[in-house]
């Protein structure tokens, strides 16, 4: 697989020869939104709306006191990765009320970059759950919030029960850098899976 650039060097899309589907998952509040934000090399689409009294009871804002905002539907981005890989990048709402949507956004994904957050760990087991019924890959990545508890990455591994093979990383979904390295890990783990080939 070709060396990946830093974040300066950016390639033309008619100069890339092949684009793969990856979703960015997780939680209610893991920082989806903000993760395809900041790695996208075109303007982020978002569906984010705010959240109304009408989700009162329904989404648990425990530990996410500044949340005002919720994804409805999904976000998307892209990022060029190399000569011979771009990235299109779907997140996923994270409510539960909206999960019967994900069935769209899994068509034609390759595998998913789920953020986790160690504030609300057990949060993750339904989405981990989506992804192992359909046998989907998937990697994790600990999403570093200010103030957040931290932990060694395989104490993370124990906690959600994770196999040796699942791509296991942190990043802090503000931070371009540290979270194009994530999505480098988990591409180089789909390269070597043989989920994308003819990539060099």
């Known amino acids: 697989m070709d060396s990946v650039l830093s974040s300066e060097h950016l390639y033309l899309p008619g100069t890339v020869t092949r684009s793969a589907k990856i ?3 997780g939680h209610f509040g893991a920082g989806k939104t903000t993760l395809v934000s900041s790695v996208s090399e075109i303007p982020p689409l978002t569906t984010e709306e705010p959240i109304t009294q009408a989700s009162a009871g329904i989404d648990d804002l425990a530990g996410l006191p500044r949340k005002t905002e919720t994804t409805v539907a999904f976000d998307f981005g892209r ?3 190399s000569p011979s ?3 299109y990048l779907f997140g996923t709402p994270g ?3 909206f999960t019967p949507f994900w069935e769209h956004l899994f068509n034609g994904a390759l595998g998913a970059l789920i953020l986790v957050d ?3 760990l057990q949060d ?3 989405v981990l759950g989506l992804f192992e019924e359909r046998g989907l890959p998937f990697g994790i990545a600990v999403n570093q919030f200010e ?3 931290r932990y060694d990455l395989d104490e993370i591994r124990g906690a959600l029960a ?3 093979d699942v791509v296991l990383t942190s990043c802090d979904a503000r931070d371009e850098a540290s979270c194009i390295h994530a999505l480098i890990a988990f591409a180089e783990y789909l390269h070597r899976a043989s989920r994308l080939e003819q990539l060099s």
């Open 124 to 126: 993750s087991d339904t």
């Open 79 to 81: 990022r060029t990765l």
């Open 118 to 120: 160690t504030r609300r």
């Open 23 to 25: 979703l960015v998952a």
């Open 162 to 164: 994770l196999d040796d």
């Open 147 to 149: 103030g957040a508890p």
């Open 95 to 97: 409510q539960s009320r």
């Open 85 to 87: 890989l771009a990235l």
